[in-house]
C-alpha cells in the first residue's frame, strides 16, 4: 500500500509542477467548491487545446484508412463535449 501512496504523492508533485496549480488535499471541503470548480475548468481547458488538434488528425486518419473519405458528422469532437 506504501507503493500506491507514493506514486499518488508523486503524481501530485508532477502535476503541481507542471501546472503551477496546488493540488491542496487538505482543503477538499465544502468552502473549497471555487477551487474545485476552477482547476477542473483548467484541466478540460488544457485538455482540448492539447489533445483534441491531434486526436481529430487520427480520428481523420482512421475514417480515410476505414472508408476512404472523413465524414464530417464523425469528425468533430463536440459530442464529448459537456
Not at 18 to 33: C, E, H, I, V
Not at 52 to 71: R, V, Y
Amino acid at each position: 500500500m506504501a507503493k500506491v501512496e507514493d506514486a499518488v504523492a508523486s503524481f501530485e508533485r508532477n502535476i503541481e509542477a507542471q501546472t503551477g496549480k496546488s493540488l491542496d488535499p487538505a482543503g477538499l471541503n465544502a468552502s473549497s467548491q471555487g477551487e474545485l470548480t476552477s482547476w477542473r475548468d483548467y484541466v478540460a481547458a488544457f485538455q482540448e487545446a492539447f489533445f483534441a488538434p491531434n486526436l481529430k488528425i487520427i480520428l481523420n486518419f482512421i475514417q480515410l484508412s476505414l472508408w476512404g473519405e472523413i465524414d464530417p458528422s464523425r469528425s468533430t469532437l463536440s459530442r464529448w463535449k459537456k
